[in-house]
């Protein structure tokens, strides 16, 4: 089981996990699996073996000028699927889970002195609510051997 956390400021984070189904460890096809549509996967499962899951979840605050959509967990989803040997994957769930928490109230006072004269002012500050989504996917993974491939159509075709 391998899990990778990528951060960065235009995509926040994105954690990844592959599992295994077979309990077997596999070499590398290619750089990227191929990302199937359900009737995509259909073509491609008498050709495959099922190997594992790829779960990827993002964790963005609201307000993140680039939030990931299914595409950008799809392409971290491919890459994972990939270096652990598989060839194509297929979504299976999507799913956004959203936080909610409550930043309290606040009051700041402010002294002054001038001339004997002493000023004081409170500021208040309302509680406000802050929240976090979170979408999340979950990807099948499959490995059609290499000398297979000339058996699918070519758009379903990894790349090496």
Known sequence: MKVLLLCALVTGCMSAQFNSTTGKSYAPLTSRAVVLSPQEAQQ????????????????????????????????KAAQIAAE????????????????????????????????GTRTCEK?????????????AAEFTVYRVAAEAWSALPPSLRPGR
């Open 44 to 75: 491609v499962a008498s050709q495959a073996q099922v190997i594992g899951t790829v779960s990827v979840e993002s964790r963005i605050r609201d307000g993140v000028p680039s939030t990931p959509d299914t595409e950008d967990l799809a392409a």
């Open 84 to 115: 652990h040997g598989g060839t194509h994957i297929v979504a299976t769930n999507f799913d956004s889970t959203v936080t909610t928490w409550l930043n309290p109230a606040t009051v700041t006072r402010t002294c002054s002195h001038d001339e």
């Open 123 to 135: 500021t208040y500050e309302p509680m406000t609510v802050g929240s976090a989504s979170f979408p």
